[in-house]
């Protein structure tokens, strides 16, 4: 069964350091999301992507991150100067085109563990 | 924007029991989907399920889209089955894609 994948699953950097975390979406999805957690808490929105451009983001995606689908496969989010308060779980997820009806579901990747030191 | 809302909050039960938890949602939905988060992390889609009812093994989903609920059933619950369950939904009609979580139900399971 396809699945998204992402790497590193765990990665420890320094404040201020920037870090690359990259997903792999599932082969026939148009759209692309991340989405971080926390410990302890929910999982927050932070960006979507469609058509290679960002189609929503949050309040928690400022400056500091970007996305990029650097080829045909792979779907990327920047850091570019890391704060603790960036230590999460961050997650990679995909979708199908909209359907008729306007539904879709969200596949989710493994997740990547970025603690910042 | 729209609020979920997970009870209960914290779940625990001997090996064999069943369960319900739910999730209410305040606003109408094209999208509504159940996760397991297992203790590693992993977000597992357990049902896409803006309305109607689905089973899958001992699991069974039902949302009801015009009284804004669902509920997720977990029978004769194993050890595995511990972990927190989250419940995300997307709103009918907006033209953002993203999905709004609620805070989860954490279910422990005892042997």
């Known amino acids: 069964e396809p699945e998204v994948t992402q790497t590193p699953s765990h990665q420890v950097t320094q404040m201020g350091q920037e870090v690359i975390l990259r997903c792999v979406p599932i082969?026939?999805?148009?759209?692309f999301y991340w989405y971080r957690q926390i410990l302890g808490q929910k999982v927050e929105f932070l960006v979507s992507?469609?058509?290679?451009?960002?189609?929503?983001k949050s309040e928690i995606f400022d400056d500091q991150f970007s996305v990029e689908r650097p080829d045909g496969s792979n779907f990327t989010l920047k850091i570019r100067s890391t704060k603790l308060e960036d230590s999460a779980m961050y997650f990679c997820?995909?979708?199908?085109?909209?359907?008729?009806?306007?539904?879709?579901?969200?596949?989710f990747g493994p997740g990547t563990r970025l603690t910042v030191t | 924007g729209i609020q979920v809302e997970q009870s209960p909050p914290d779940l625990i039960l001997q090996e064999g029991a069943n369960s319900t938890l739910r999730c209410n949602f305040s606003?109408?939905?094209?999208?509504l989907q159940w996760f397991h988060q297992n203790p590693w992390g992993q977000l597992i889609n357990l049902f896409y399920?803006?309305?109607g009812t689905k089973q899958n093994g001992r699991l069974s989903a039902t949302t009801v889209a015009t009284e804004r609920y669902s509920l997720l059933y977990i029978s004769s619950s194993q050890t595995t089955d511990s972990g927190v369950y989250f419940c995300?939904?997307?709103?009918?009609?907006?033209?953002?894609?993203?999905?709004?979580f609620g805070s989860g139900t954490r279910l422990s399971i005892r042997p």
């Open positions: 399920i803006p309305s």
């Open positions: 997820a995909s979708s199908e085109a909209l359907r008729r009806t306007g539904a879709y579901e969200q596949y």
């Open positions: 992507f469609y058509n290679n451009e960002i189609s929503e």
């Open positions: 995300a939904v997307a709103v009918r009609y907006s033209s953002a894609s993203k999905i709004i």
């Open positions: 082969s026939n999805h148009l759209y």
């Open positions: 606003d109408s939905v094209n999208n």
